[in-house]
């Protein structure tokens, strides 16, 4: 009979390597289990990552977008807001120039032009509204303010219709001048700061791009400007004192304001549609988000069950091995020979 044998030092490296590589293997499925990930998800996909790959890159572009939904949100939000502050003002501002349209003195007169005034001055304060470091009515200039200071706009409409003897003309070229188009000399040359034709465009989800086209060059809220500044400059120059051009000037205020008026609701149902967009895209978002988190975790995620006992096998084998160390380093020669 052939026996094979083994010298003590090649016995002692193999019960050291074996046991080098059971506590290697003890360490691994111990993280595995705390942590609930497998150390190596390479080997388990055989080296092929493609497909893991894949899902981190739409992830990230997914976790993008839900921080960009916010933003958005944010933007939007404050949009409606202001449009709303601003239909308000057109409303008021209307019922008080009926009012004082009616019956009107001097004196009420001019206490309307100063509140038109200060309600000018309220409006453009809204329209160069801030959100996040960003002006969201400049178009695509969101770096700047879409609009000069509202005393600087009412001291050039008070020179330009100071010498105008009638209400017709101080209507018609304040009118005028806020219909202009670029180039014209007037609103969009003179008070208007940011981008024209251009829309500020965000990408919120895969297949969701939206277009903000809302900035402060909007017809509808040049239209709300116009009637109170109109409004403001009513008693002032060559009509100052004369009550029937005054009045004249009431009723063409408040006529440009209620137009305006249902202009910046046809508006706010814009900004709306985006609003509903915005919130299926981030329905969409979440539902993708969740289904890419659970392709993921079936790639890298250890099953505890098996993870456990596999944790418990290794165990039984460095007992054993551990048992059968210690039987063979307590051998004898005398023990052998007997």
Same mark, same amino acid.
């Given at each position: 009979?052939?026996?094979?044998?083994?010298?003590?030092?090649?016995?002692?490296?193999?019960?050291?390597?074996?046991?080098?590589?059971?506590?290697?293997?003890?360490?691994?499925?111990?993280?595995?289990?705390?942590?609930?990930?497998?150390?190596?998800?390479?080997?388990?996909?055989?080296?092929?990552?493609?497909?893991?790959?894949?899902?981190?890159?739409?992830?990230?572009?997914?976790?993008?977008?839900?921080?960009?939904?916010?933003?958005?949100?944010?933007?939007?939000?404050?949009?409606?807001?202001?449009?709303?502050?601003?239909?308000?003002?057109?409303?008021?501002?209307?019922?008080?120039?009926?009012?004082?349209?009616?019956?009107?003195?001097?004196?009420?007169?001019?206490?309307?032009?100063?509140?038109?005034?200060?309600?000018?001055?309220?409006?453009?304060?809204?329209?160069?509204?801030?959100?996040?470091?960003?002006?969201?009515?400049?178009?695509?200039?969101?770096?700047?303010?879409?609009?000069?200071?509202?005393?600087?706009?009412?001291?050039?409409?008070?020179?330009?219709?100071?010498?105008?003897?009638?209400?017709?003309?101080?209507?018609?070229?304040?009118?005028?001048?806020?219909?202009?188009?670029?180039?014209?000399?007037?609103?969009?040359?003179?008070?208007?700061? +940011?981008?024209?034709?251009?829309?500020?465009?965000?990408?919120?989800?895969?297949?969701?791009?939206?277009?903000?086209?809302?900035?402060?060059?909007?017809?509808?809220?040049?239209?709300?400007?116009?009637?109170?500044?109109?409004?403001?400059?009513?008693?002032?120059?060559?009509?100052?004192?004369?009550?029937?051009?005054?009045?004249?000037?009431?009723?063409?205020?408040?006529?440009?304001?209620?137009?305006?008026?249902?202009?910046?609701?046809?508006?706010? +149902?814009?900004? +709306?549609?985006?609003?509903?967009?915005?919130?299926?895209?981030?329905?969409?978002?979440?539902?993708?988000?969740?289904?890419?988190?659970?392709?993921?975790?079936?790639?890298?995620?250890?099953?505890?069950?098996?993870?456990?006992?596999?944790?418990?096998?290794?165990?039984?084998?460095?007992?054993?091995?551990?048992?059968?160390?210690?039987?063979?380093?307590?051998?004898?020669?005398?023990?052998?020979?007997?």
């Amino acid at each position: 009979m052939v026996m094979r044998t083994i010298g003590d030092q090649a016995r002692a490296y193999t019960l050291q390597s074996s046991s080098s590589r059971l506590k290697t293997t003890l360490i691994t499925l111990t993280d595995e289990l705390t942590s609930g990930r497998v150390s190596d998800v390479a080997q388990r996909l055989g080296g092929n990552t493609r497909a893991l790959s894949g899902i981190e890159s739409r992830l990230q572009a997914v976790t993008a977008y839900q921080q960009l939904e916010g933003e958005v949100g944010a933007i939007a939000s404050a949009l409606q807001t202001v449009l709303a502050e601003l239909r308000d003002t057109a409303d008021q501002q209307v019922s008080r120039l009926l009012l004082n349209g009616s019956w009107g003195t001097d004196l009420t007169f001019a206490d309307q032009a100063a509140e038109a005034a200060a309600d000018f001055r309220g409006a453009i304060s809204q329209l160069n509204t801030e959100v996040q470091g960003s002006h969201i009515l400049s178009g695509t200039e969101t770096d700047r303010p879409p609009l000069i200071d509202a005393q600087s706009i009412l001291d050039e409409l008070a020179l330009q219709t100071a010498t105008l003897p009638n209400a017709s003309d101080i209507r018609q070229v304040v009118s005028d001048w806020f219909d202009a188009p670029p180039g014209g000399g007037g609103f969009l040359d003179f008070a208007y700061r +940011g981008s024209i034709g251009t829309s500020r465009e965000i990408t919120v989800a895969e297949t969701e791009r939206l277009s903000f086209t809302t900035d402060a060059s909007d017809p509808a809220i040049r239209a709300t400007l116009k009637g109170l500044a109109l409004s403001a400059v009513s008693a002032q120059g060559a009509v100052a004192g004369r009550a029937t051009e005054q009045r004249a000037l009431a009723d063409a205020s408040a006529s440009i304001l209620i137009d305006a008026s249902a202009r910046l609701t046809s508006v706010q +149902g814009r900004v +709306g549609s985006l609003q509903e967009r915005l919130e299926g895209a981030a329905t969409g978002n979440a539902s993708a988000r969740a289904s890419l988190e659970t392709a993921r975790n079936n790639i890298v995620l250890a099953d505890p069950y098996t993870t456990a006992s596999a944790l418990k096998e290794v165990e039984a084998q460095m007992q054993t091995l551990y048992a059968v160390t210690a039987r063979l380093s307590s051998l004898k020669l005398v023990d052998f020979l007997r």
